[in-house]
């Protein structure tokens, strides 16, 4: 009887483990298909195919320091679904689903979203307090480009590259990364390009931590620095 009782719980925790640990293929990539088709439909409600997004929404659901400063700590998570015109809406959920997608199929559906999340709100909140000093220049350049706001989950698309090139443990991989998150910055020219040097290597150490034990240490880490640098921020 009591084996009976322990068989499901004894499976959960081997899904778990494997998931972790990278050794069960998943057949569908479902945390890349539903981010993916998130983005997609939030393009479409606001309707971003049409015109760009309008301002005033992008104001109260983008990420950045003017966000900060107004307390608006939950648009670190409003700001991965919003794109800025058609062009981003028609390649964001292209590139997060197939990004995501290879990483997912070769580590599991738990690890893929852990990169994912890690990727983006570490890379989103670390930029805008990296350039918060600007503000204080007074230059209206650089005040503006401090006040840059992020838009589009780019930066989970950096992290599952990284964690890609990890797990693939090729050196080319690693400098096919690397390369492609600095020509991405050079020919886009936005400060929030920034956070894909943050969110490449976050997914990169993310999937170096293969013992489940350690990867829960390694989330409480993350979501400790998430909150307390989300906490700085709103005293600035």
């Known amino acids: 009887?009591?084996?009976?009782?322990?068989?499901?719980?004894?499976?959960?925790?081997?899904?778990?483990?494997?998931?972790?640990?990278?050794?069960?293929?998943?057949?569908?990539?479902?945390?890349?298909?539903?981010?993916?088709?998130?983005?997609?439909?939030?393009?479409?409600?606001?309707?971003?195919?049409?015109?760009?997004?309008?301002?005033?929404?992008?104001?109260?659901?983008?990420?950045?320091?003017?966000?900060?400063?107004?307390h608006r700590?939950?648009?670190?998570?409003?700001?991965f679904l919003f794109t800025r015109d058609w062009f981003m809406a028609s390649t964001m959920p292209i590139c997060l689903f197939v990004s995501i997608a290879l990483y997912e199929r070769r580590a599991g559906h738990m690890r893929a979203l852990a990169v994912a999340v890690t990727g983006h709100?570490?890379?989103?909140?670390?930029?805008?307090?990296?350039?918060?000093p600007l503000v204080l220049t007074h230059v209206p350049m650089l005040v503006r480009a401090a006040s840059n706001l992020d838009f589009g989950g780019s930066m989970a698309v950096a992290a599952?590259?990284?964690?890609?090139?990890?797990r693939l443990d090729d050196r080319r991989a690693v400098w096919v990364v690397v390369?492609?998150?600095?020509?991405?910055?050079?020919?886009?020219?936005?400060?929030?390009?920034?956070g894909h040097f943050v969110a490449a290597p976050?997914?990169?150490?993310?999937?170096?931590?293969?013992?489940?034990?350690?990867?829960?240490?390694?989330?409480?880490?993350?979501?400790?620095?998430t909150v307390g640098l989300t906490w700085f921020g709103t005293q600035l």
Do not use: K, N
């Open 73 to 79: 700590w939950w648009t670190v998570g409003t700001s």
């Open 160 to 166: 599952a590259c990284g964690a890609l090139a990890s």
């Open 121 to 132: 709100v570490t890379g989103s909140i670390i930029v805008a307090l990296a350039f918060a």
């Open 1 to 70: 009887m009591v084996s009976v009782v322990a068989t499901p719980f004894v499976h959960s925790r081997r899904l778990l483990r494997e998931s972790l640990d990278g050794h069960r293929e998943p057949e569908l990539p479902w945390v890349a298909a539903t981010l993916a088709i998130s983005v997609l439909f939030t393009a479409i409600v606001t309707g971003v195919f049409a015109h760009q997004i309008a301002a005033p929404l992008a104001a109260r659901g983008s990420f950045g320091l003017p966000s900060l400063e107004a």
């Open 179 to 194: 390369l492609t998150v600095v020509l991405a910055l050079l020919l886009h020219h936005q400060m929030s390009d920034w």
């Open 202 to 225: 976050a997914g990169y150490l993310a999937d170096r931590v293969r013992r489940p034990s350690h990867a829960r240490v390694a989330l409480v880490l993350v979501v400790l620095l």
